[in-house]
């Protein structure tokens, strides 16, 4: 069965200190990966999304970045971190086909003070 | 920029009423799918539609796809107390970019 990890559960950092949030998924191959922010009790905002090792799209210009250097592992990255960067980040998975389902990781809570 | 407009944007009713949740898009989805998510998790899937005018039914939930594909909505019969959470509607274009709309927030009552 498959499986999706994210790590860490909840950060609190200071504006401007770096960020790694990382997702790693298992027991499938070539998955469509994605990064999404979601304020409180708000639809999610699509970040980044990933359908191949080194592939990424940017849909939030922003100062945020995202990487993937193996197939299964997915990197969200700040270097500098500000206030409104705060949220509950969402790693998920879906296999490339129509309608195929988004599966979710635990979240990260992140606070920036 | 959302493209997923949802309304209403919170629902607060009685258990026993019926509601509806709409999700509206000026944009052709080939794909659109309705979410559950509670509180510090990741949203659950509930159902996908694939073709224009598309029913579909999951016990006292309906869901039914525009003709043109660009709207859906979210029907829920006899509501109870266990279907509180936020709705998220989810549109694709192709079989990569899945796009959220803005959330329904509902609260059922005993």
């Known amino acids: 069965s498959q499986t999706i990890h994210q790590w860490p559960a909840t950060l609190v950092q200071p504006v401007g200190s770096p960020l790694s949030l990382e997702c790693t998924v298992e027991?499938?191959?070539?998955?469509?990966l994605y990064w999404y922010r979601q304020a409180a009790g708000r639809g999610l905002q699509l970040l980044f999304y990933?359908?191949?090792?080194?592939?990424i799209s940017s849909e939030v210009p922003q100062n945020l970045s995202a990487s993937r250097p193996q197939d299964r592992q997915f990197i969200l990255s700040s270097k500098k971190l500000l206030l409104s960067d705060s949220g509950f980040y969402l790693c998920?998975?879906?296999?490339?086909?129509?309608?195929?389902?988004?599966?979710f990781g635990e979240g990260s809570r992140l606070t920036v003070l | 920029t959302q493209l997923l407009e949802q309304s209403p944007q919170f629902l607060s009713i009685q258990e026993g009423e019926n509601l509806t949740v709409y999700c509206n898009s000026s944009?052709?989805?080939?794909?659109l799918q309705w979410y559950r998510q509670e509180p510090g998790e990741g949203p659950v899937l509930l159902v996908t539609?694939?073709?224009?005018?598309e029913v579909k039914k999951l016990k006292r939930l309906t869901f039914q796809f525009g003709d043109a594909r660009k709207d859906s909505s979210l029907h829920i019969t006899a509501a109870q107390p266990g279907d509180t959470g936020l709705y998220l509607c989810?549109?694709?274009?192709?079989?990569?970019?899945?796009?959220f709309g803005t959330g329904t927030r509902l609260q059922v009552f005993p």
């Open positions: 998920a998975w879906r296999r490339r086909e129509i309608g195929g389902e988004l599966f």
């Open positions: 027991g499938t191959s070539n998955p469509n």
């Open positions: 990933s359908v191949g090792i080194g592939q």
């Open positions: 944009s052709v989805f080939s794909s």
């Open positions: 539609v694939v073709t224009g005018g």
């Open positions: 989810a549109g694709a274009r192709n079989t990569d970019k899945l796009i």
